[in-house]
């Protein structure tokens, strides 16, 4: 193009687990922490798919494959997220139900596919969600007058944190690319 010689943009595919006090954006006009501190030396562009709000931790993908992005954000897609709540007290029956059939928060019809004690922790509790509206479990637990005390996403479909440290990045593997596509509807 123009008399330079012009190839395929690489398509990269990573995992972090994403610190607290750390954005899921590209630029920080304050001069905080940002997911791409964590990508030294690597000149694409990269994006997370989804976000971890600044208090939350946990698995985040991160890409510069837009179609994958988008597919795995999409609600029309239904990939499942799970997260790792502890609460300030535990959940009673009835608002667990709640969080089941829907709560309203700020316009909207926020529910949970699945909230499940942790065993032998009273105030823990493992919450699926397929929509990834922003900030959805802390709006829920909100309504629900009880407080978040840490947020960790563990899985998105699939793929699951392990045993990554917090803080650290791993490339994912073509076997696990492969499956995100299958359960985001593109194969």
Do not use: W
Request: charged share 30%; hydrophobic share 35%; with cysteine.
């Amino acid at each position: 193009m123009d008399g330079r010689e012009v190839f395929p943009e690489q398509k990269l595919y990573f995992m972090l687990n994403k610190p607290g006090e750390v954005l899921c954006t590209c630029q920080d006009t304050h001069g905080r922490r940002t997911f791409l501190d964590f990508f030294p030396g690597i000149t694409e562009r990269l994006y997370p798919v989804g976000r971890l709000d600044q208090d939350s931790e946990g698995l985040l993908i991160v890409t510069n494959d837009g179609a994958l992005a988008l597919r795995l954000t999409h609600p029309r897609h239904e990939v499942a997220k799970i997260y790792h709540v502890r609460l300030n007290y535990p959940l009673p029956e009835t608002a667990r139900r709640r969080m089941l059939s829907g709560i309203e928060s700020e316009g909207e019809t926020l529910h949970a596919e699945e909230v499940i004690p942790v065993p032998a922790r009273p105030s823990e509790y493992r919450i699926t969600l397929r929509e990834g509206r922003k900030r959805q479990v802390r709006r829920m637990v909100r309504e629900l007058k009880l407080r978040v005390l840490s947020l960790q996403r563990i899985s998105v479909g699939s793929l699951t944190l392990g045993t990554l440290p917090v803080g650290k990045v791993r490339a994912l593997s073509r076997a696990e690319i492969e499956t995100l596509f299958r359960e985001a509807g593109e194969g």
